[in-house]
């Protein structure tokens, strides 16, 4: 498979590839870098480092992922998505919490009432003034 040879091989095999053409995206080509350091996971200890997906892989798969794959980009992305998942769930617990706080304030001062109402009912002048 010409995916799979070097940039020269592939040169061979496609006759209306021009080597200035070729070198050129060559020298553009991103450079293998050493090992990233590990990046930290989101604050509360969500989402994985590129290492620990590398890792993963190879234990799970077998297969070894180089530090350059753009496959790995995925890390990023996703622990990106996961921060900010995890940024409006805070927000949507907030606003939760604040309605539902309102709620129990109207509910609780509906049952004092009610209990108040029930209490005066009850209580021995209260027949009186009602004329029982």
């Known amino acids: 498979m010409s995916d799979d040879l070097p940039p020269e091989e592939i040169l061979q095999n496609r006759p209306d ?17 050493p090992a990233p350091e590990a990046e930290p996971c989101l604050p509360d200890g969500l989402g994985l480092s590129v290492e620990d997906v590398r890792a993963l892989l190879a234990k799970k798969h077998n297969l070894a992922v180089p530090v350059d794959d753009p496959l790995l980009m995925m890390v990023t992305i996703q622990n990106a998505f996961l921060g900010a998942q995890t940024q409006l769930q805070k927000r ?7 309605f539902m706080g309102e709620q129990t304030a109207t509910c609780m001062s509906g049952v004092e009432k009610s209990v108040s109402d029930r209490v005066l009912q009850r209580s021995p002048d209260a027949g009186s003034r009602h004329g029982h």
Not at 92 to 98: D, R, S, T, V
């Open 17 to 33: 590839a021009t080597p200035t053409a070729f070198a050129a995206a060559a020298d553009n080509a991103p450079q293998s870098s």
């Open 92 to 98: 949507h617990e907030k606003a939760l919490a604040a």
